[in-house]
Nanobody
Framework: VQLQASGGGLVQAGASLRLSCVAS????????VGWFRQAPGKEREFVAA????????YYGDSAKGRFTISIDNAKNTVYLQMNNLKPGDTAVYYC????????????????WGQGTLVTVSS
């Protein structure tokens, strides 16, 4: 499974971005796709996840109320809509795919994309 993340960029605080993660395949029909982010000098942080087989999203604390994860099954693509961005959201955003028994744990995912940089200026 190969993942291609895109959609990052430089925006001002309060702006919106939509990240895309295109998967070449699915590990299993009920595998999950998760978004994580990593800021310089910080550990990788869980943002949001969703399973291919469901429309039930799961969010980390930093994403609740501002970010929305969604799936386009026909395109094997998972989106992360990010609204009201803040400077604290600045990070490289990675998408990952795998069985993910525990959605918020990076080690639960077998496949990772290359990351896309989001920079939010104040």
């Amino acid at each position: 499974v190969q993942l291609q993340a895109s959609g990052g960029g430089l925006v001002q605080a309060g702006a919106s971005l939509r990240l895309s993660c295109v998967a070449s395949a699915r590990t299993f029909s009920d595998s999950a796709v998760g978004w994580f982010r990593q800021a310089p000098g910080k550990e990788r942080e869980f943002v949001a996840a969703i399973r291919w087989s469901s429309n039930s999203p799961y969010y980390g604390d930093s994403a609740k109320g501002r970010f929305t994860i969604s799936i386009d099954n026909a395109k094997n693509t998972v989106y992360l809509q990010m609204n009201n961005l803040k400077p604290g959201d600045t990070a490289v955003y990675y998408c990952a795919e795998g069985p993910a028994e525990r959605l918020s744990i990076p080690e639960s995912y077998a496949n990772w994309g290359q990351g896309t940089l989001v920079t939010v200026s104040s």
